[in-house]
């Protein structure tokens, strides 16, 4: 008899436990997945069977109503949910680094953060399409998404800095700049990314809300409209495992990108 013995050291033995866990962890998830729509026998909730067919017709032959391909309607979603990104990054990044290393304006803009943070990507969407119009208002509910998740890890990122590395170089005459450059930026970045690996995740749900109002761009998440208001259950469904792909794929990039720079720098998010 063969005895196998798990190396917590090894590459190869951690990532085959990893393949191992995920493939049960999935075939656990669609058994349970049909268990429960197989017992309910809601018409909402249709098997993991009808779902897959949905899927791979979508891929086949796109969208039968409005004749889109599946191509198009995420080439659609992809590039609000990429201004979004952007328009939070460019954003985020220097308000948080500002508000985490000066501490009398972080209190006072703390509470308007906490007025704003709660309100759902949603409840901007159709004001945000109103004033700014298709091409502005949609990415604006994605990066309000995206925005906050960034902001406060970036902000706890700079406040988890050891203060000592900041008396020791204002006694080695380096000014408030250099400070800044040389040691609050480096020190932020894993926590930058980390902030961005959450807020893309967020993101994704919010590219849904936008495009219930923005219709007219003809995303993924206008799809599942149609899909809903036809009655075509399968279909919405098979539109909710691309949206969740789409995430898992911007996640995963973030968190490779995340581990990479941490170890190159020696340090850990």
């Known amino acids: 008899m063969v005895t196998i013995h798990y190396d917590e050291n090894n590459r190869v033995h951690r990532f085959i436990r990893s393949i191992i866990i995920l493939a049960l962890s999935l075939v656990a998830f669609v058994l349970i997945w049909w268990f429960v729509t197989y017992m309910a026998e809601l018409n909402a909730f249709p098997t993991p069977d009808k779902v897959f067919d949905a899927l791979i017709a979508l891929i086949r032959d796109g969208d039968t109503i409005n004749h889109h391909t599946l191509g198009e309607y995420v080439k659609s979603s992809f590039s609000t949910f990429l201004k979004g990104f952007l328009i939070a990054l460019v954003v985020s990044v220097p308000l948080g680094l500002l508000l985490g290393y000066v501490k009398p304006l972080r209190e006072f803009t703390a509470p308007w953060i906490e007025i704003v943070r709660p309100i759902a990507p949603i409840a901007w969407a159709p004001i945000f399409i109103i004033s700014f119009g298709l091409n502005l208002g949609p990415a604006l509910v994605v990066a309000v998404g995206i925005f906050f998740p960034m902001l406060t890890s970036i902000i706890f990122g700079v406040q988890r ?109």
């Not at 898992?248 to 020696?266: D, H, L, P």
């Open 161 to 269: 800095i050891d203060k000592t590395w900041i008396e020791a170089s204002k006694t080695l005459g380096a000014g408030q700049l250099q400070i800044f450059v040389k040691i609050v930026l480096p020190a932020t970045v894993p926590y930058i990314l980390n902030g961005m690996k959450v807020g893309l995740g967020v993101g994704w749900m919010c590219i849904v809300a936008a495009e219930l109002y923005a219709k007219q761009l003809g995303g993924i998440g206008h799809y599942l409209l149609i899909m809903t208001d036809n009655g075509l259950w399968a279909n919405a469904f098979a539109a909710i495992i691309v949206i969740a792909f789409l995430g898992i794929v911007t996640t995963g990039v973030a968190e490779y990108v995340s581990k990479y720079v941490s170890r190159r720098m020696g340090m850990e998010a």
